[in-house]
């Protein structure tokens, strides 16, 4: 007795049978997708670790006071959005060996601060690399200056600036940019 | 191919295609928004951008020649509402070294 004719098999669907020419393909495909990633992803992994520098692109050597600075931003891009809190850029430093002992705080913000209470955003991390983010003032304009407070552990206070111009091309566009807007 | 297989290989490429959505880095910045809500009031509220709020948090109104002309705490509703000062002054939201806001009188709006 032939056992199809008890049961008879059905037909595949016309999904199944696409499923079965291809599937080989997709599963390549889905192997290959990744690698294009691979490039960027290996790019932050290096940022991140420290790996290409203290950050995309080197603003160089800052003096404040008796102290050096290392600046550089950590992403050459426009400032983000965060929330509520407005555009914020990211931005890392580096201490001279000789200050890493002698400075408690670091400082940064646009525009020059009215106190050392207001002196800005704290860089956070390893004085080997360190990060701050910085709000960007809503009536900041392009020859805005970015201004570093360092503090010292013998209670001592020294500021510096550098124009944005230096310190953030891509901020200064997008400021730019932002101006006309209004 | 069965239909078991198939739901199988549909999940697993449900499973890869969540494995893309990875967690973003959530910042912490803090913000602090005033306005005049009548001639004479300002009400100044503050939080954070990771959604956390500011209750308890120092909030100072100080003039330009840095005299602190009035010293407060953003209330349970993370905001405080203060006398407009005369003259020119501006609000430091101070959650602390590093976390601070400035706003200034002129960026005050209605």
């Known amino acids: ?182 | 191919m069965n239909t078991w297989t198939m739901h199988n290989a549909l999940r697993g490429l449900l499973l890869i295609a969540c494995a893309g959505v990875g967690s973003t880095v959530q910042a912490h910045s803090p913000f602090c928004d005033c306005k005049q809500i009548n001639p004479t009031q300002i009400r100044c509220s503050g939080g954070f951008s990771d959604g956390g709020d500011a209750a308890g948090v120092t909030l100072d109104v100080i003039g330009y020649d840095e005299n602190i002309l009035l010293h407060g705490q953003l209330g349970s509703d993370s905001s405080l509402t203060f006398d407009k000062p005369a003259g020119e002054f501006y609000v430091l939201f101070d959650a602390g070294p590093g976390a601070v806001v400035e706003v200034d009188h002129l960026d005050i709006g209605q």
Request: a positive charge; hydrophobic letters at 45%.
């Open chain 1, 1 to 182: 007795m032939n056992p199809s004719a008890i049961n008879p098999v059905p037909a595949p669907s016309k999904l199944n049978r696409w499923w079965l020419k291809w599937r080989f393909h997709l599963n390549i495909l889905l192997l290959l997708i990744p690698l294009g990633f691979m490039p960027r992803y290996f790019a932050d992994v290096a940022l991140f670790r420290g790996d290409s520098g203290l950050g995309e692109r080197e603003v160089g050597d800052v003096q404040v006071g008796p102290w050096t600075l290392k600046l550089a931003e950590f992403r050459n891009e426009a400032p983000q959005l965060d929330g509520p809190a407005g555009y914020m850029k990211h931005f890392s430093a580096a201490l001279c060996e000789r200050c890493i002992n002698e400075v408690k705080a670091t400082y940064l913000r646009i525009g020059k601060p009215r106190s050392l209470r207001a002196a800005g955003s704290l860089f956070e991390g390893t004085p080997h690399r360190m990060i701050a983010e910085v709000p960007i003032p809503k009536r900041a304009t392009a020859d805005a200056e970015l201004w570093i407070t360092l503090e010292g552990w013998d209670g001592s206070m020294h500021q510096a600036s550098v124009p944005l111009t230096q310190a953030s091309p891509a901020t200064v566009a997008w400021l730019e940019q932002r101006g006309a807007k209004r």
